[in-house]
């Protein structure tokens, strides 16, 4: 009889041990994509120079100082509508997750404006979060043009820059896009709190439009949670950004013109929206590399490190 519990009990871990092995040639399988495709992100940067890719700090004329420290001013008075804005937002879990579906076209009264809103958990700790939220926020990935502006207070907490993104219209033709961003975080006790304004523009193709974009994020610590809510290893996020289409010119062709413009604005917060997912890719990876003890070779392949 004890052979027997014996042999059965060899077959159950034998079984859980080949589960397990397979569960983990599939996740190093995945982890090998993921790899891959940074590897072509490098490379793919690696044709830059690398003067391009580093931050120039800017001497401002008077016109971009003023506009900086002018968002600068009012993002106090955004901070403060917080409350207001995410208890439209609520706490319902969005599809796809934080930012990844596409901006809704929404009324004000006479005013139009596209909307984006994402609620929901990332699998990491809420300080590994607060660093990746404040890290997008700096816009990395866009270093064409870009300046830096030293002048605000605070300069822990806040940012300010501008930067081209190169857009291509259905036409084929490439224009850029300049865009004026200035962010600020807030760390509460239970939370933190980021908000920002941007301002983009066209004018070779577009005079006299721009779009006014306003964000606020919440990253709540689980400590902020009800107690069978609360979980160390994910943070709970809220976010909402809304983008008003802006025109000062009074011939119109505006209305096709605007919209034009519009799409080409839904087409960046696309993009930096990828750009969240490939940041959350990065953040998985060297979370699974620390904690399941794998390394890469000299090949850049993963393979376990054995103890």
């Not at 609520?90 to 901006?103: A, D, F, K, Q, W």
């Not at 809704?104 to 990746?132: N, W």
């Not at 270093?143 to 822990?156: I, S, T």
Request: charged share 30%; aromatic share 8%.
């Amino acid at each position: 009889m004890r052979q027997y519990e014996s042999r059965m009990e060899a077959e159950a871990w034998q079984k859980r041990l080949q589960a397990e092995v397979k569960r983990r040639a599939v996740m190093i399988q995945d982890l090998e994509n993921v790899l891959r495709k940074r590897v072509r992100e490098v490379e793919k940067m690696s044709t830059v120079d690398v003067t391009e890719v580093l931050d120039k700090k800017a001497r401002l004329g008077t016109k971009d100082a003023a506009l900086y420290k002018t968002y600068f001013d009012n993002l106090d008075s955004l901070y403060n509508k917080l409350d207001e804005v995410f208890e439209k937002v609520g706490v319902n879990p969005t599809p796809g997750g934080i930012l990844s579906c596409e901006p809704t076209k929404k009324k004000d009264g006479d005013s139009e404006y596209f909307e984006t809103i994402g609620v929901g958990r990332v699998p990491f700790s809420f300080q590994r979060t607060c660093d990746a939220v404040w890290e997008l926020l700096l816009v990395q990935h866009r270093q064409e043009g870009r300046q830096v502006y030293d002048g605000l207070p605070d300069p822990d907490n806040s940012i300010a820059l501008q930067f081209c993104s190169p857009l291509e219209m259905e036409n084929g033709t490439v224009l850029t896009l300049r865009s004026y961003h200035v962010a600020r975080k807030y760390v509460e006790k239970d939370r933190m709190v980021v908000v920002w304004r941007a301002l983009s523009e066209a004018d070779s193709e577009f005079p006299g439009m721009s779009s006014d974009e306003t964000g606020w994020a919440i990253v709540h610590a689980p400590t902020s949670e009800v107690g069978f809510l609360a979980d160390p290893m994910s943070t709970f996020v809220q976010a909402c950004v809304r983008m008003v289409p802006m025109h000062f010119q009074d011939n119109d062709e505006k209305g096709g013109n605007i919209d034009q413009f519009m799409k080409l604005m839904v087409k960046t917060t696309l993009e930096d929206n990828k750009e969240i997912e490939c940041m959350m890719e990065r953040l998985l990876v060297d979370d699974a590399l620390a904690t399941d003890g794998l390394e890469i070779d000299e090949d850049g392949n993963l393979s376990s490190i054995i103890f």
